[in-house]
């Protein structure tokens, strides 16, 4: 592991300008961090600690030094070596040279073990081959490069200039707009706009320029940023294309917003600000991103995205275009630390009472968000706390494009869908749909249901957690028949129809459909079934049928979301109660027994939460009810 701190000398903290990436000019020494700035100084201050305690150091053969050790996983990931930038400003705000050293260390280990001829970088050393992350590492070694070379040595930082050419040299010839999801065209917009400063190359302003002026093609009407998909202009046979909250919040707009502030392009910071407002609406109060139903929801922890970088960028750096920016980046901020432990963040609020151990990828991708912030961002008058879209009750707000309606009724907010993109097809088994309510939260009681991948599967396989035990099960409210190795469920129906409406003050929503596998096979004969759900100020009452059972076994399957340290008991056959800060879930059936043993839970990696699982047996052609309230 690395030494003890060490001061970096007055020359190596001072500040640097554009022309000086390759010969530092004598500037004052960098200020102290502004006060609207110290949480996230805090933060990317612990994170930066956490992965110097797993940097690999001390072992014998070239190359094999350098690397952060995932606790997670077992394995280093291929893109540690994204932490050069979160380190290197680290090491500007505490003139500790440790973390100096750390970075050098990491893009050492970077060039021995994922660099390729072409000049691209892999993924993974073994695992994955992909070529597309080059545009990620070279921003991140651009942004080290531009704000932080002057604290390198003047062979280390022309190694690492070279290196950059050798990746644009790549990239100019890989990218195209429909590279991959759209995630990647989009932040070669940025990442061409710093390879033309940092390397002098003018044709890149060009080219960063049509990519940002391609993008604007792929947002739909309200606003919301699509392509996260094979092939990013695919349409269901719904008419929907391929949106996921994670990514757009965290990596696609945060890099077109950083795009649109170097090239200072109002008209596509318009655009950006147009669409930040639109996936606003899907954050939570508490700070968390309801990706319930997004296309990469296999990759959704709560706080955001596995292997994305953070709104932050996006959302902090255009806070002078709508205050509640601020707030959305400060909510999401606060989060993340309360999902931090000995120093990384963890994928999910439950995943440490679950007996998990954090990925450390999720640590060194949203460092970089933060170091962003610290650079780049303006400073803001202090203002009290602004009020997000879902802090208030609304009614019922659509989003047809992804088949997606958010309910705000009371303290309670619902999602209900039946998006029928499936990034996993033909397997199947991603979001959930159906008709789902695949979100309830209360606004002083927390989480209460949320989906889970309809059949969890490491569809990224070093991007993922692999589960530990039978506790890990899906968290979907739903229907399911079990035949033999198979599930049949009311969520794997992408074709099941789905209609809300507004009506005495509460939200209404009925969907209908057929039970399937995740692969879209049905049951011989088939069983169909219907959901309706109401929302009103007292809470969610449902009632559930199903028909052409015959004798096939039925169950209505309502997972309560409850940490293992809050208790639920029995009220009698039909209710039980949930403990929680501040208060008490109850939920019961007015009709049939509540199934379950309220003294286990269950957990899903998506997005990291535990629950009490709870059920009703369903019988053909008779309605059961379900109703969750305060106690």
Not at 106 to 130: C, I, K, M, T, Y
Not at 180 to 187: A, C, V
Not at 291 to 305: A, E, L, M, P, V
Not at 499 to 507: I, N, S, W, Y
């Amino acid at each position: 592991m690395t030494g003890q701190g060490e001061g970096l000398s007055r020359r190596g903290m001072l500040g640097i300008s554009t022309a000086a990436v390759l010969a530092p000019a004598m500037v004052e020494a960098a200020a102290p961090v502004r006060a609207d700035l110290q949480p996230y100084e805090r933060l990317l201050k612990t994170w930066c600690d956490g992965l110097l305690a797993y940097q690999v150091t001390g072992l014998a053969g070239r190359g094999a030094n350098g690397g952060f050790l995932c606790p997670g996983c077992g394995m280093v990931h291929g893109r540690v070596a994204d932490t050069v930038y979160p380190l290197m400003r680290t090491a500007r705000t505490s003139g500790d040279t440790r973390y100096v050293r750390a970075a050098k260390a990491a893009q050492d280990w970077s060039e021995h073990n994922v660099s390729r001829p072409d000049g691209s970088w892999v993924n993974d050393v073994f695992l994955n081959d992909w070529k597309g992350i080059t545009v990620f590492r070279a921003i991140a070694l651009s942004e080290t490069l531009l704000h932080h070379g002057d604290l390198l040595d003047a062979a280390t930082r022309e190694a690492w200039r070279s290196r950059l050419a050798k990746a644009f040299d790549f990239l100019d010839g890989f990218m195209k707009i429909d590279t991959g999801n759209i995630n990647y065209p989009i932040s070669s917009a940025y990442a061409f706009s710093l390879g033309a400063e940092v390397l002098g190359r003018e044709a890149y302003v060009a080219k960063a320029r049509d990519f940002a002026q391609a993008s604007l093609d792929f947002f739909t009407p309200n606003g919301l940023l699509f392509g996260e998909g094979h092939p990013q202009r695919g349409r269901t046979p719904k008419g929907r294309p391929p949106v996921d909250l994670g990514y757009n919040v965290e990596e696609s707009l945060p890099a077109l917003a950083m795009y649109g502030l170097r090239a200072g392009d109002r008209a596509l910071l318009d655009q950006v600000a147009t669409s930040l407002r639109a996936h606003m609406e899907f954050m939570l109060p508490d700070g968390g991103w309801d990706n319930s139903w997004g296309t990469r929801n296999f990759k959704w922890t709560w706080w955001g995205s596995r292997t994305s970088d953070g709104c932050h960028p996006a959302y902090r750096l255009l806070a002078d275009r709508d205050p509640r920016f601020a707030e959305v980046s400060a909510r999401n901020l606060a989060l993340m630390a309360t999902c931090t432990h000995d120093g990384l963040l963890y994928g999910g609020p439950h995943y440490r009472a679950a007996g998990y151990r954090p990925c450390i990828h999720h640590t060194f991708s949203h460092a970089k968000a933060l170091a962003a912030v610290l650079d780049l961002a303006r400073p803001l008058a202090s203002s009290p706390r602004a009020e997000l879209p879902r802090d208030k009750p609304y009614g019922l707000k659509r989003f047809p494009e992804i088949g997606t309606h958010l309910a705000s009724v009371g303290p309670w907010r619902a999602t209900f869908t039946d998006y029928d993109f499936d990034y996993l097809a033909p397997a199947g088994g991603g979001h959930a749909s159906g008709g789902a309510i695949s979100l309830l939260q209360h606004q002083a009681l927390g989480p209460v249901l949320a989906a889970s991948m309809t059949r969890y599967k490491a569809v990224e396989i070093s991007n993922q957690q692999v589960p530990i035990d039978a506790a890990h099960q899906p968290l979907t409210l739903r229907i399911d028949v079990v035949q033999g190795k198979d599930v049949f469920t009311s969520v794997a129906d992408l074709s099941a129809n789905l209609e809300a409406v507004e009506r005495d003050g509460a939200v209404v929503a009925r969907t209908s459909g057929r039970l399937k596998t995740p692969e879209g096979r049905e049951l011989e004969p088939p069983v169909a079934f219907a959901v309706t759900y109401s929302l009103t100020p007292r809470g969610l009452e449902l009632s559930a049928t199903v028909s052409g059972l015959g004798d096939r076994a039925a169950r209505l399957v309502a997972p309560v979301i409850a940490r293992k340290d809050e208790a639920a008991a029995r009220r009698d056959a039909r209710s039980v109660v949930i403990a929680k800060p501040g208060g008490a879930i109850l939920v019961s059936s007015p009709d049939a027994d509540l199934d379950g043993d309220v003294g286990t839970r269950i957990f899903n990696l998506v997005p990291g939460l535990q629950a009490v699982p709870l059920s009703i047996k369903l019988r053909d052609g008779e309605t059961a009810s379900l109703v969750i309230s305060t106690a």
